[in-house]
C-alpha cells in the first residue's frame, strides 16, 4: 500500500507570508499530483511532476518533485486569501489497480 | 470543467433506510470512482468502476455496492444506511486510471443519516 503523508495538517497565515507544504513516503513514484479543494467543490488538478528533481511553477506556487521520486512540496509565495483551501497530494498506485491515491490533505486559511 | 454532475446534491435520511446516489458523465471516460470524504480522513475510495458492469472495491468498500450498466453512469447504494456513513460523496473520472492521467471530480454529495 503506498502511503502519502503530508504536513501540516493545518496552516493558517497572513496574506503576504510564505509557506511549505510537505507530501512524504516510503515507496518510488512514477509520477504525483496536487489538487487543491475550494469549500463546497470537489478536487481540481494543479499539476503532476514526473521527474525526479522536476520543479513546476505555476504563477506563486511552486512544485518540487523529490530527486527519488519519493517526496513533493508545495510552496507559495505571498499567500493570499484565495489560496485558501485544502490542498491534496496523490499518486496513481502501480499494478493493476486504476487507483489514485490521496494523502490526507493540508487545510490552508490565508488571513487578510 | 468535466462534464460531471451528481444526485442529489443533499441528502438527509434515517437508519436503515436504502439510499441511492448517481454520477453521471458527458467525458466517456473508461474509469468512474466513488469516494468519501470526512474530517481527518481526506478523500477514501469505495468501489471504482473499469467498464461497464466491471466493478471493484476500494479501501472502505464495506456497506456500499455499486453498478455500472451505463458508460455514462455510476451508482452508489448503501442498502441500509447507518449514521456512520454520513459524509460528503464525491464521483471522480479519469481516461486511463494510471501514470499522469487526470481524475475529474463532481460537486459532490451530502448525505447525513439521523
Known amino acids: 500500500t503506498q502511503l502519502l503523508e503530508q504536513s501540516p495538517q493545518f496552516l493558517s497565515i497572513q496574506e503576504g507570508e510564505n509557506l511549505t507544504v510537505y507530501c512524504n513516503s516510503s515507496?518510488?513514484?512514477?509520477?504525483l499530483q496536487w489538487y487543491r479543494q475550494e469549500p463546497g467543490e470537489g478536487p481540481v488538478l494543479l499539476v503532476t511532476?514526473?521527474?525526479?528533481?522536476e520543479v513546476k511553477k505555476l504563477k506563486r506556487l511552486t512544485f518540487q518533485f523529490g530527486d527519488a521520486r519519493k517526496d513533493s512540496s508545495l510552496h507559495i509565495t505571498a499567500a493570499q486569501p484565495g489560496d485558501t483551501g485544502l490542498y491534496l497530494c496523490?499518486?496513481?498506485?502501480?499494478?493493476?489497480?486504476?487507483?489514485?491515491?490521496f494523502g490526507s490533505g493540508t487545510q490552508l486559511t490565508v488571513l487578510p | 470543467d468535466a462534464g460531471i454532475t451528481q444526485s442529489p446534491r443533499h441528502k438527509v435520511t434515517e437508519t436503515g433506510t436504502p439510499v441511492t446516489l448517481r454520477c453521471h458523465q458527458t467525458?466517456?471516460?473508461?474509469?468512474m470512482y466513488w469516494y468519501r470524504q470526512d474530517p481527518g480522513h481526506g478523500l477514501r475510495l469505495i468501489h471504482y468502476?473499469?467498464?461497464?458492469?466491471?466493478?471493484d472495491k476500494g479501501e472502505v468498500s464495506d456497506g456500499y455496492s455499486v453498478s455500472r450498466s451505463k458508460t455514462e453512469d455510476f451508482l452508489l447504494t448503501l442498502e441500509s444506511a447507518t449514521s456512520s456513513q454520513t459524509s460528503v460523496y464525491f464521483c471522480?473520472?479519469?481516461?486511463?486510471?494510471?501514470?499522469?492521467?487526470?481524475?475529474?471530480f463532481g460537486p459532490g454529495t451530502r448525505l447525513t443519516v439521523l
Open positions: 496523490a499518486a496513481w498506485t502501480s499494478g493493476s489497480a486504476r487507483q489514485l491515491t
Open positions: 511532476v514526473v521527474t525526479g528533481g
Open positions: 471522480a473520472i479519469s481516461k486511463s486510471g494510471q501514470g499522469t492521467d487526470t481524475q475529474y
Open positions: 468502476s473499469y467498464g461497464v458492469k466491471d466493478t
Open positions: 467525458e466517456n471516460h473508461r474509469y
Open positions: 515507496s518510488v513514484f512514477s509520477s
